[in-house]
Each structure stands twice: as structure tokens, then as C-alpha cells.
Nanobody
Framework: KVRLVESGGGSVQAGGPLKVPCEAA????????VSWFRQAPGLGREPVAA????????FYADPLRGRFAISLDRPKNTVNLQMNNLRPDDTAMYYC???????????????????WGRGTQVSVYS
């Protein structure tokens, strides 16, 4: 398991950008599929994006493709989720997870991850 710590959450005006980093306690990201999930108040948890840096591969939930971008900063052992043109319905708790190996379709499944962060709150106001 990998200890994951999210940060960077906060309140942002609609239309603005926000970057939320996920830092790993060990340089394990290279061999892990790292995903972001989110859960809005009263709704279920949904996948956002994932990255498997070893293969230079990234994946996105279709509705978020083009507005969100996931990347790995290897020297900092950090996976960044860059969110642009934010909307009020992006308001949610954002969680970072990791799963050993390549990003299969399991990147979308919360229960199939190996490690989970505690989350960071993102609130978008209009």
C-alpha cells in the first residue's frame, strides 16, 4: 500500500482553475495506476481520471475530458489534477487512489484500488 495525501482544495469561482496535488509517501507512482475520484454531496462516488506514467498513459471520464488534466511530477512523487473552467457541479470531495500495475478498466472502480487518500474538498461558487 501507498500512503497518499491530497491537498490544494478550496473555494473557487465558477470558470476558474484549480490544481489539486496527490503526494505519495514513496516513489511508487511509477508502477501504480493513480486515479482521482470525486463524490458530490448526496451523490455516489465517480471516477475522474487516471494515469500510468510508466506507459505515458492517461484516462478520463468522458464528461470531464478536455477540462481536466492529470499529470505526474516524478521528482515530487506527486500526481496533479488540473481542473479548468470549473462549474458549481464540480463541487465535491476529491480523492486520490493507487492500484499496482497498469490502468485497466479497474481504474474506474473505487473498491478495486489498493490505496486511498482522505480527500480534499473542492467548492465552486457562481
Amino acid at each position: 500500500k501507498v500512503r497518499l495525501v491530497e491537498s490544494g482544495g478550496g473555494s473557487v469561482q465558477a470558470g476558474g482553475p484549480l490544481k489539486v496535488p496527490c503526494e505519495a509517501a514513496t516513489p511508487a507512482f511509477v508502477t501504480n495506476c493513480v486515479s482521482w475520484f470525486r463524490q458530490a454531496p448526496g451523490l455516489g462516488r465517480e471516477p475522474v481520471a487516471a494515469i500510468y506514467d510508466y506507459a505515458r498513459a492517461s484516462f478520463y471520464a468522458d464528461p470531464l475530458r478536455g477540462r481536466f488534466a492529470i499529470s505526474l511530477d516524478r521528482p515530487k512523487n506527486t500526481v496533479n489534477l488540473q481542473m479548468n473552467n470549473l462549474r458549481p457541479d464540480d463541487t465535491a470531495m476529491y480523492y486520490c487512489t493507487a492500484r499496482e500495475g497498469y490502468c485497466t478498466t479497474a481504474w474506474r472502480e473505487w473498491e478495486q484500488q489498493d490505496s486511498w487518500g482522505r480527500g480534499t474538498q473542492v467548492s465552486v461558487y457562481s
